[in-house]
């Protein structure tokens, strides 16, 4: 049976780069059905805490729990319950995108054809799925490259500014999907700098600065506000 987990525990972790603290002494606990949102300026860290929640990078001191299995000694069964989806998208632009969620899935071994004609509905790509990645608009590579991310059905899904270049129709695309995986039981995480997409989006909200945890709350109305409040603490 594969691993499973109901919430994932960052106790008291840190991460040092040579003699810069990327990340201080955070403690935080994540459960199924948040879509947690991790707010924060450049350079706060937040793609450091990502990193590590990915398992992509170690802490430098403390440990991440996944239900009960530690990051540490969890490995590959712990890393095949994450999805992550970074700046850097991972498509084939010369390949259809079709042909990028064949490739993707047989990496998961999963059953193709279900699992393709599902995540192209998901994506709202059904009529463009045998058209090549290089012809589609930031949007469109934006939503499939985020149904890459969940085709095995992760546990924990990791977004790192997954608006960036997005119309408001993609935003409110990705903004559904993202809402319906957290209704599904999944432990979101996603990283932005949008706060309008991320107000009534996010249920909780992570204030990091110079790799600080400020404040860990129960999203409010109108996050702007109490970002700049916390931000302008430090």
């Known amino acids: 049976m594969s691993l499973d987990f109901q919430r994932v525990d960052l106790e008291d972790v840190s991460r040092h780069f040579g003699r810069r603290r ?12 948040d879509i ?3 707010l924060g300026p450049n ?3 937040k ?10 990078v170690a802490p430098s001191s403390g440990n991440i729990r996944y239900g009960s299995v530690s990051g540490k000694s969890g490995g590959a069964e712990v890393r095949g319950r994450i999805g992550v989806l970074a700046h850097e998208l991972h498509l084939y632009p010369e390949l259809s995108a079709r042909q990028n969620l064949e490739f993707f899935a047989r990496l998961y071994q999963l059953p193709v054809a279900g699992a393709i004609e599902r995540a192209l509905k998901s994506a709202d790509l059904e009529d463009r799925g045998d058209d090549i990645v290089s012809s589609f608009s930031r949007g469109m590579r934006q939503r499939l490259a985020l149904e890459r991310t969940l085709l095995h059905g992760p546990r924990l899904v990791l977004l790192d500014e997954p608006f960036t270049g997005l119309d408001d129709r993609a935003v409110g695309i990705v903004a559904a999907r993202i809402r319906s995986l957290a209704g599904e039981g999944a432990i979101v995480i996603l990283a932005t700098h949008d706060l309008d997409v991320a107000d009534g989006l996010i249920t909780r909200m992570a204030v990091v600065k110079k790799g600080r945890l400020l404040s860990d709350s129960a999203a409010p109305a109108g996050i702007r506000q109490q ?3 916390l931000i302008e603490q430090l």
């Open 47 to 56: 793609s450091t805490l990502l990193g590590m929640l990915a398992t992509l």
């Open 227 to 229: 970002y700049r409040s």
């Open 22 to 33: 990327a990340v201080s002494h955070v403690s935080l606990t994540i459960q199924r059905g």
């Open 43 to 45: 350079g706060a860290g």
């Open 36 to 38: 947690l949102g991790l």
